[in-house]
């Protein structure tokens, strides 16, 4: 464990202070760790006779149960288990911690293990024994992206200033889970700060923990323009799959604010939730901006997302998020009885040609953008296929308004957020301010919420603190994104954010997505990969991803080429169904009936 650790020292030099705090910290909790997973080895768990699960029905003569494996089980297949009595929750934990030693060290995939979930699972078994299973994820092991608050474990965002952060509460969804009966296992690599804090900061890499590496090639890049070691395969964005894609947990928590659930989920061939914004409560979760910010779920199948979404969601509005009134959950919070393998049949289903599909020539640009490699539309055709197949009326095309306009000032994909230097105050005007005036708000409002237990009190001390600390590792790729940030007057550039804000919401819902679904009757449009997680995030809809192929990756040319004799290993791609807000439970209809007709999503093999 000691070689093997998953609390890992961050791998730049530290000053001798602040070196101290974190190796302190971190010998402490892999001692802590270490000695729960040895004492599980060689005794009985605490509290024998309460432990124990109920008696099972004897097997049929001559048939034996098989072994409880974690590898690839379903939240489905463990609730059986332990519901039977094959297995308890400690034993789950402690074959999860088993594979986390073995692979850890690969892949990067943690910020924090729980030191404290065998306790979780000790209680959670007692309370099975004693019929008072909690919910639908009782004794189930999950994770959480680190922005995420949880008692007892820090919250660091993957920041060297929030290192030792503990905050003072726990995040509202986090409660959802344990009321469920979730055990809290690790807190997962992160883009730092949700990917807010640089431009050309590669995805799943902290100043905290470093690098974050994808199990289907977990290797670093090779090339000279890139020779940072990052991975050579982008594990998405800013969230973190790879410990659900190789088993180290049930499923996993992972937040968006523009692709940061469908992007990792994409990456690991994982099926990710993107709820409505305010479906799943953002309080006690570090925020980029309230106007696009969720948490959602990311699993191995349609139907764990489901059940995990509906642990997610409050019983009712939290009053700490107004947005969570925005859409009623559905009868007893139970996405499951949505998963309905004929969902296809005679569902309409909308391929949006232009750019996404196909190459397009955008207004005031003389070369096309967009479009699929060869690979990639081949893979598409076989999908639209599929969907004929079970019974789906596609119209194709199905392109949305906004971005064939051939007005190039009402096009939407040439309204991005204002990102970088480049677009600082005096050189923004064609962009929208909406996420770095947000940060600005939403951020500051955050810290404040931690009263003094808040390391730095406002956006302007973080910075100033991380151009102090740069020599122990703060901002390698700078901080342009929090500088273009901490200019925003919250007060006298409220109009402007205003302003911006209507016209994301006209360019991507109401010239966009909705006319799109609404001039041809869809239940849903069918995005390349993840492709319309922009256009889906700036209004706050919905969407589901699911796993459909491995695709050679392009050897690249001139400064992207890779190295004579390096052969990069084939990359996951699927599907993205997109609705408009609250539309959650026809998207789990669609996908699930996909995935069932289709089936492709498998373990990657370098980590059995």
Not at 68 to 95: H, K, N, W
């Amino acid at each position: 464990l000691h070689s093997r650790s998953p609390f890992r020292r961050p791998p730049h030099a530290m000053n001798s202070r602040m070196n101290s705090r974190m190796n302190s910290r971190m010998y402490a909790s892999l001692a802590s760790l270490a000695l729960s997973i040895l004492t599980a080895l060689t005794t009985a768990p605490p509290h024998p006779l309460a432990a124990q699960p109920p008696p099972r029905a004897p097997a049929r003569r001559g048939t034996t149960a098989p072994p409880v494996t974690v590898v690839e089980a379903s939240i489905a297949d463990l609730r059986t288990a332990l519901a039977q009595g094959r297995i308890t929750s400690r034993q789950l934990v402690l074959q999860y911690l088993t594979r986390i030693a073995l692979y850890e060290d690969r892949l990067n995939a943690i910020v924090t293990v729980n030191p404290n979930a065998l306790a979780e699972a000790d209680a959670r078994d007692r309370e099975r024994a004693q019929g008072n299973a909690r919910g639908a994820l009782h004794g189930i092991p999950v994770a959480l992206k680190d922005n995420i608050h949880a008692a007892g474990m820090p919250t660091t965002g993957g920041a060297l200033a929030f290192a030792d952060l503990m905050a003072p509460y726990e995040a509202t969804l986090t409660r959802n889970l344990r009321d469920a009966g979730a055990i809290i296992i690790a807190k997962t690599q992160l883009t730092e700060l949700a990917n807010w804090v640089a431009t050309g900061m590669p995805g799943n890499y902290t100043g905290l923990t470093g690098y974050g590496m994808n199990p289907w090639d977990p290797r670093r890049d090779p090339r000279e323009s890139t020779f940072d070691g990052r991975p050579v395969m982008s594990t998405g964005g800013s969230s973190s799959g790879v410990g659900t894609n190789v088993s180290f947990w049930a499923g996993n928590v992972g937040t968006e604010t523009g692709g940061s659930i469908l992007s990792p989920a994409h990456q690991n061939m994982l099926v990710g939730i993107k709820p409505t914004v305010g479906r799943v409560s953002r309080y006690g979760v570090i925020p980029i901006t309230a106007d696009q910010d969720t948490p959602g779920p990311m699993t191995r199948t349609v139907s764990d997302a489901a059940i995990m979404l509906g642990a997610m969601e409050g019983e009712r509005p939290d009053p700490n998020d107004a947005a969570t009134s925005a859409c009623p959950p559905p009868a007893g919070r139970d996405y499951t009885r949505f998963l309905n393998a004929k969902g296809l049949a005679g569902a309409r289903i909308g391929i949006p040609r232009a750019f996404f599909y196909e190459r397009l020539t955008l207004p005031g640009s003389s070369a096309p953008r967009g479009g699929l490699t060869d690979a990639q539309r081949a893979a598409m055709d076989d999908v639209i296929a599929v969907l004929k197949r079970q019974g789906a009326e596609i119209v194709d095309p199905a392109d949305i308004p906004s971005v064939i306009d051939t007005v190039a000032s009402r096009n939407f994909t040439n309204w991005s957020p204002c990102s970088g230097l480049d677009n600082a105050k005096g050189r923004d005007a064609d962009c929208s301010v909406a996420f770095k005036y947000g940060m600005k708000r939403d951020f500051n409002s955050w810290l404040a919420s931690l009263g003094d237990k808040a390391p730095v009190k406002s956006l302007s001390e973080l910075r100033q603190w991380n151009i102090a600390h740069q020599r122990a590792g703060a901002i390698k790729y700078g901080q342009a994104l929090l500088d273009i940030s901490d200019e925003m007057d919250v007060q006298g550039d409220r109009a402007r954010y205003e302003a911006d804000r209507r016209k994301d919401i006209m360019l991507s819902a109401t010239n966009g997505i909705d006319a799109a679904l609404k001039a041809h009757r869809l239940d849903a449009l069918l995005f390349p990969g993840v492709s319309g997680a922009n256009i889906g995030a700036r209004p706050g809809y919905p969407t589901v991803t699911v796993p459909f192929a491995l695709l050679a990756v392009s050897p690249g040319t001139g400064a992207q080429a890779f190295p004579v004799g390096f052969e990069p290993r084939p990359a996951p791609f699927g599907v993205s169904f997109t609705g408009s807000a609250c539309s959650e439970p026809k998207l789990i209809e669609l996908a699930y009936a996909f995935e069932q007709a289709t089936k492709k999503r498998t373990a990657p093999p370098l980590f059995p």
